[in-house]
C-alpha cells in the first residue's frame, strides 16, 4: 500500500515513514522542512545531531535496500500538493504537517497566527486535493487529546451520547483546548468531519497525547537514522524534558502544582497505532477519531517517576514547582476512554523503569549538547 506521510521529517512522522517503509509499505515524504528552521530562529536544537532528511533517507536505503520518495514543498501550496499527489498516488495519507506546540503558538499575535493558518489551511488543502482527485484515499491525520481539555467528566473517543429534553444524539464531544495550537487541531476536526459528510471522504482523527521516548527499531539502527528529542522550553514536552533536565543535573520543571493529568504513549506506539490506522480504514463517509494514549499520568508524578529512576543510576535529580506559564487547571478529574486501537491489537509499551534508564541514559551520553539557557520556559499564556 503507498502511504504519503506528510511531516515526515518530524519526531512522530520520521519514526513513522521508517516503520511503515520496514514493514513493506510504499512510504513518501512530503515536508518542508520548515521544524529545522523554526529551532533556527529560536535558537534551539534538538539533543540528538539530526542528519539532513536526503542524508536519512539514502542512509535507510543503503541498509535496508527500501527506497522513500521525498517531495520537498509546503501543503499551503495547493498546486504544490496537488502535484505531488498525482505524482505519488497515495492511498493513504498521514498528516502530522503541522505547527504542533502550544507554547510556540502563544509566543504572539503572530505566532498564533501562523499556526493557525498553516494547521487549518494545509488540512484544508488537503481534503480538497482529495475530494478533487482521491476521494478513495483514507487520511489519518494527527489530532490531539488537548482537543477536549479537561472536563469534570469522562472522556469518550470522540463523540458522546447526550439526552437533552428527552430527546437523545450522538454528538462531536465537546471541546475545550488550552492553546491557539490545540484550537487549530480542533478546527482541522469540525472541517475534516464537515468534508467526509458532504464529499464521503474517509478519515482517522487521532487524539494523540503526549509522546516520550527516542527509540525506535528502525530509528536505532544507525546513528545516521536517529529521530530528533526536544528538550527546550518551546518544542520540548514534559517526560523527555524531565529526563534531559535529570541528566544535566538541572532541577525538574513542574508548572505549578503538577496534578496536570494527561495521557502519554511511547512512541513505539505512535508507530503502530500510524498502522493500525492505516490498515483498518474508515468507511466511506465515516469521521472516525482514536483517542491515541496508552496510560495518564499526573506531571508531578512523572516528576517523581524520573527521579526514582535518577537517583537509582547515581543521579541528583531535584524536583521544581515553578510558577505556572500556562493557564491551566493544576488539579482535576481527568478519565478518559482508549479502548478503540487497542481493541484493533494496540500492545501498549507502558512507562517502564527500563525505559527511563534508558531515556536517561540516552539523555547523558548528548548531554554536552544542551544549552542550559533554553530549559526554563519563556512563553506566558497570561496578559503583559
Ligand atoms: O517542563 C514542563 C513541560 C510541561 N509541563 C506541563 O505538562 C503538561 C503537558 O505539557 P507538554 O508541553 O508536555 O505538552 P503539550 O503542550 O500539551 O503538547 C504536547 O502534547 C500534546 C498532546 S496533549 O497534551 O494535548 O494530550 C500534543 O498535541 C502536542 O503537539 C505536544 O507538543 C502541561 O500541563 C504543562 O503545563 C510542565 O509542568 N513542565
Same mark, same amino acid.
Given at each position: 500500500?503507498?502511504?504519503?506521510?506528510?511531516?515526515?521529517?518530524?519526531?512522530?512522522?520520521?519514526?513513522?515513514?521508517?516503520?511503515?517503509?520496514?514493514?513493506?509499505y510504499?512510504?513518501?515524504?512530503?515536508?518542508?522542512?520548515?521544524?529545522r528552521?523554526?529551532?533556527?530562529?529560536?535558537?534551539?536544537?534538538?539533543?540528538?545531531?539530526?542528519?539532513?532528511?536526503?542524508?536519512?533517507?539514502?542512509?535507510?536505503?543503503?541498509?535496508?535496500?527500501?527506497?522513500?520518495?521525498?517531495?520537498?514543498?509546503?501543503?499551503?501550496?495547493?498546486?504544490?500538493?496537488?502535484?505531488?499527489?498525482?505524482?505519488?498516488?497515495?492511498?493513504?495519507?498521514?498528516?502530522?504537517?503541522?505547527?504542533?506546540?502550544?507554547?510556540?503558538?502563544?509566543i504572539?499575535?503572530?505566532?498564533?497566527?501562523?499556526?493557525?493558518?498553516?494547521?487549518?489551511?494545509?488540512?484544508?488543502?488537503?481534503?480538497?486535493?482529495?475530494?478533487?482527485?482521491?476521494?478513495?484515499?483514507?487520511?489519518?491525520?494527527?489530532?490531539?487529546m488537548? @482537543?477536549?481539555?479537561?472536563?469534570?467528566?469522562?472522556?469518550?473517543?470522540g463523540?458522546?451520547?447526550?439526552?437533552? &429534553?428527552?430527546?437523545?444524539?450522538?454528538?462531536?464531544?465537546?471541546?475545550?483546548?488550552?492553546?491557539?495550537?490545540?484550537?487549530?487541531?480542533?478546527?482541522?476536526?469540525?472541517?475534516?468531519?464537515?468534508?467526509?459528510?458532504?464529499?464521503?471522504?474517509?478519515?482517522?482523527?487521532?487524539?494523540?497525547?503526549?509522546?516520550?521516548?527516542?527509540?525506535?527499531?528502525?530509528? +536505532?539502527?544507525?546513528e545516521?537514522?536517529?529521530?530528533?528529542?526536544?528538550?527546550?522550553?518551546?518544542?520540548?514536552?514534559?517526560?523527555?524534558?524531565?529526563?534531559?533536565?535529570?541528566?544535566i543535573?538541572?532541577?525538574?520543571?513542574?508548572?505549578?502544582?503538577g496534578?496536570?493529568?494527561?495521557?502519554?504513549?511511547?512512541?513505539?506506539?505512535?508507530?503502530?497505532c500510524?498502522?493500525?490506522?492505516?490498515?483498518?480504514?474508515?468507511?466511506?463517509?465515516?469521521?472516525r477519531?482514536?483517542?491515541?494514549?496508552?496510560?495518564?499520568?499526573?506531571?508531578?508524578?512523572?516528576?517523581?517517576?524520573?527521579?526514582?529512576? +535518577?537517583?537509582?543510576?547515581?543521579?541528583?535529580?531535584?524536583?521544581?514547582?515553578?510558577?505556572?506559564?500556562?493557564?491551566?487547571? @493544576?488539579?482535576?478529574?481527568?478519565?478518559?476512554?482508549?479502548?478503540?486501537?487497542?481493541?484493533?491489537?494496540?500492545?501498549p509499551?507502558?512507562?517502564?523503569?527500563?525505559?527511563?534508564?534508558?531515556l536517561? &541514559?540516552?539523555?547523558t551520553?548528548?548531554?554536552?549538547?544542551?544549552?542550559? &539557557?533554553?530549559?526554563?520556559?519563556?512563553?506566558?499564556?497570561?496578559?503583559?
Open positions: 500500500m503507498k502511504v504519503l506521510v506528510i511531516g515526515g521529517d518530524g519526531y512522530c512522522g520520521w519514526a513513522t515513514a521508517l516503520y511503515l517503509s520496514n514493514r513493506g510504499e512510504v513518501g515524504i512530503l515536508d518542508n522542512l520548515i521544524r528552521h523554526w529551532d533556527d530562529k529560536l535558537g534551539v536544537d534538538t539533543l540528538t545531531p539530526i542528519a539532513p532528511i536526503q542524508q536519512r533517507i539514502r542512509r535507510w536505503q543503503e541498509l535496508t535496500g527500501k527506497s522513500i520518495d521525498l517531495f520537498v514543498g509546503d501543503i499551503t501550496n495547493y498546486e504544490f500538493l496537488s502535484k505531488t499527489l498525482h505524482k505519488f498516488e497515495p492511498e493513504a495519507i498521514v498528516h502530522f504537517g503541522e505547527q504542533r506546540s502550544a507554547p510556540y503558538s502563544m504572539d499575535r503572530e505566532h498564533a497566527v501562523f499556526t493557525q493558518v498553516n494547521n487549518v489551511v494545509g488540512t484544508l488543502n488537503i481534503l480538497y486535493a482529495m475530494k478533487e482527485d482521491f476521494p478513495d484515499s483514507h487520511l489519518v491525520k494527527l489530532g490531539t488537548g @482537543e477536549y481539555g479537561t472536563p469534570n467528566i469522562d472522556i469518550e473517543e463523540y458522546i451520547t447526550i439526552e437533552h &429534553n428527552g430527546r437523545k444524539d450522538t454528538l462531536p464531544y465537546p471541546k475545550q483546548p488550552g492553546s491557539f495550537y490545540h484550537l487549530s487541531k480542533v478546527h482541522d476536526s469540525h472541517n475534516i468531519h464537515f468534508a467526509c459528510k458532504i464529499w464521503g471522504l474517509r478519515a482517522t482523527d487521532l487524539n494523540q497525547g503526549v509522546v516520550y521516548g527516542v527509540l525506535t527499531e528502525e530509528t +536505532g539502527m544507525d545516521m537514522l536517529i529521530n530528533r528529542l526536544d528538550y527546550d522550553g518551546v518544542f520540548g514536552t514534559a517526560l523527555n524534558r524531565f529526563c534531559i533536565q535529570a541528566a543535573g538541572h532541577p525538574l520543571t513542574v508548572y505549578g502544582k496534578g496536570q493529568t494527561r495521557g502519554f504513549l511511547d512512541i513505539r506506539d505512535t508507530v503502530r500510524m498502522e493500525i490506522a492505516i490498515a483498518n480504514p474508515a468507511e466511506a463517509g465515516q469521521f477519531v482514536f483517542n491515541q494514549f496508552t496510560e495518564l499520568f499526573s506531571i508531578g508524578d512523572l516528576a517523581m517517576m524520573v527521579k526514582k529512576a +535518577g537517583v537509582a543510576i547515581g543521579l541528583d535529580v531535584e524536583i521544581n514547582h515553578l510558577q505556572n506559564p500556562r493557564v491551566e487547571l @493544576e488539579e482535576h478529574y481527568f478519565n478518559a476512554k482508549n479502548t478503540k486501537l487497542l481493541d484493533l491489537g494496540l500492545q509499551h507502558y512507562l517502564s523503569d527500563s525505559l527511563l534508564d534508558s536517561l &541514559n540516552f539523555a551520553k548528548y548531554k554536552d549538547r544542551v544549552d542550559m &539557557n533554553q530549559i526554563l520556559p519563556t512563553v506566558s499564556w497570561r496578559r503583559g
